[in-house]
Nanobody
Framework: QVQLVESGGGLVQPGGSLTLSCAAS????????MDWYRQAPGKQREFVAT??????????NYADSVKGRFTISRDNDKNTVYLQMNSLKPEDSAVYYC?????????WGQGTQVTVSS
């Protein structure tokens, strides 16, 4: 059974940092594109960051709202993708989801809550 399990969320003060992890029990993790999305209350789920596969150079892309503050990375030996979040703002508060895309396979995790508040 495929599972994507996010962790690392929590409460942090504005300007603080958090690192999210997503552990994927999925076959052929290394050939899948990994994404992070987020959804705030009353808003649509939005794209945050993506990282491609080794064969395509582990290219990364970010939403404009997080560019320069967030960094996505992956460890294929651990089947895990990370999201390092720095200089957090209250508007970054949301449930953060990871997503695996590989061929016709498209899987989502259950999400982890991030709250940025003083």
């Amino acid at each position: 059974q495929v599972q994507l399990v996010e962790s690392g969320g929590g409460l942090v003060q504005p300007g603080g940092s958090l690192t999210l992890s997503c552990a994927a029990s999925v076959r052929d993790f290394s050939i899948g594109v990994m994404d992070w999305y987020r959804q705030a209350p009353g808003k649509q789920r939005e794209f945050v960051a993506t990282i491609t596969t080794d064969t395509t150079g582990r290219k990364t892309n970010y939403a404009d709202s997080v560019k320069g503050r967030f960094t996505i990375s992956r460890d294929n030996d651990k089947n895990t993708v990370y999201l390092q979040m720095n200089s957090l703002k209250p508007e970054d508060s949301a449930v953060y989801y990871c997503r695996y895309r590989g061929g016709i396979r498209d899987y989502w995790g259950q999400g982890t809550q991030v709250t940025v508040s003083s």
